[in-house]
C-alpha cells in the first residue's frame, strides 16, 4: 500500500493588521514508492496550509486523521515509522513556537511558482473560476516578461506559465491565486529548493 513519509517541517510568520499572525505551514514529504533515479525516495517542499493558527491546527489535525489511517507515518532518518495522531499534532505544538519571520523563508529555499492555465478559455471554465479569472489574467499580465512559457505535459490545451520568485511581496501575491485543490484547469503550484 502506498504512504506518504513526512521528513521534516518548518512554519513561517507575518504580522498582519489583526492580532492574528498569518502562519505558512511547509511539510517535506515524498511517498514510500517514489525513487529518483540514484535509488533515493523523492521528496520534496509542500506548501500544505496558509492561515492563522487555528487553520494551520486544522490541517495538522486532518494530517493526524491520515497518521491513524496508516496513510502518513514519519521518517526517522533512512527508516519510516508509525506515529500517532497525538504524536503528530505534538511535533506540530512544537514547531508553530518556533515559527521564523516570513522574510527569512528566501534564505532557507530558492522558490518557483508555476501557474497552469487555459490556452482557450470556454464558458465552462470561465463559470468555474468566477472572479478568480480576472486575478489570473492580471497577474500573468503583470509578470509575462518575466514568465516562462511552456506547454503542460498532461494536458497540452494548457500552458505553465513559470516565475522564480525574487521576493516575499511576490510570493504572498502569488499565494492569492487558487491551488490545485480549487481547479484543475487554473491554479498555482510553489516548488521549494532548500538551500544548504
Given at each position: 500500500?502506498?504512504?506518504?513519509?513526512?521528513?521534516?517541517?518548518?512554519?513561517?510568520?507575518?504580522?498582519?493588521?489583526?492580532?492574528?499572525?498569518?502562519?505558512f505551514?511547509?511539510?517535506?514529504?515524498?511517498?514510500?514508492?517514489?525513487?529518483?533515479?540514484?535509488?533515493?525516495?523523492?521528496?520534496?517542499?509542500?506548501?500544505?496550509?496558509?492561515?492563522?493558527?487555528?487553520?494551520?491546527?486544522?490541517?495538522?489535525?486532518?494530517?493526524?486523521?491520515?497518521?491513524?489511517?496508516?496513510?502518513?507515518?514519519?521518517?526517522?532518518?533512512?527508516?519510516v515509522?508509525?506515529?500517532?495522531?497525538?504524536?503528530?499534532?505534538?511535533?506540530?505544538?512544537?514547531?508553530?513556537?518556533?515559527a521564523?519571520?516570513?522574510?527569512?523563508?528566501?534564505?532557507?529555499?530558492?522558490?518557483?511558482?508555476?501557474?497552469?492555465?487555459?490556452?482557450?478559455?470556454?464558458?465552462?471554465?470561465?463559470?468555474?473560476?468566477?472572479?478568480?479569472?480576472?486575478?489570473?489574467?492580471?497577474?500573468?499580465?503583470?509578470?509575462?516578461?518575466?514568465?516562462?512559457?511552456?506547454?503542460?505535459?498532461?494536458?497540452?490545451e494548457?500552458?505553465?506559465?513559470?516565475?522564480?520568485?525574487?521576493?516575499?511581496?511576490?510570493?504572498?501575491?502569488?499565494?492569492?491565486?487558487?491551488?490545485?485543490?480549487?481547479?484543475?484547469?487554473a491554479?498555482?503550484?510553489?516548488y521549494?529548493?532548500?538551500?544548504?
Open positions: 500500500m502506498s504512504y506518504t513519509i513526512e521528513y521534516k517541517r518548518k512554519i513561517y510568520y507575518k504580522n498582519d493588521n489583526f492580532s492574528e499572525k498569518t502562519y505551514m511547509l511539510v517535506k514529504q515524498g511517498d514510500n514508492n517514489c525513487y529518483e533515479s540514484n535509488g533515493q525516495r523523492v521528496k520534496y517542499w509542500d506548501l500544505a496550509q496558509i492561515g492563522w493558527e487555528y487553520s494551520i491546527i486544522g490541517k495538522v489535525c486532518e494530517r493526524a486523521g491520515e497518521c491513524e489511517g496508516g496513510s502518513l507515518k514519519r521518517g526517522v532518518g533512512f527508516s515509522e508509525h506515529i500517532s495522531p497525538e504524536e503528530y499534532l505534538a511535533l506540530w505544538r512544537q514547531e508553530i513556537p518556533k521564523k519571520p516570513l522574510e527569512s523563508m528566501l534564505k532557507d529555499f530558492n522558490i518557483r511558482v508555476d501557474i497552469t492555465y487555459p490556452k482557450k478559455m470556454t464558458k465552462d471554465m470561465e463559470k468555474q473560476l468566477g472572479y478568480r479569472k480576472d486575478y489570473f489574467d492580471k497577474i500573468i499580465e503583470k509578470y509575462k516578461g518575466e514568465l516562462i512559457v511552456s506547454d503542460d505535459y498532461y494536458h497540452k494548457l500552458n505553465v506559465f513559470s516565475k522564480e520568485i525574487k521576493s516575499i511581496a511576490e510570493f504572498e501575491e502569488f499565494t492569492q491565486l487558487p491551488d490545485w485543490k480549487f481547479s484543475r484547469c491554479k498555482r503550484s510553489f521549494f529548493y532548500e538551500i544548504k
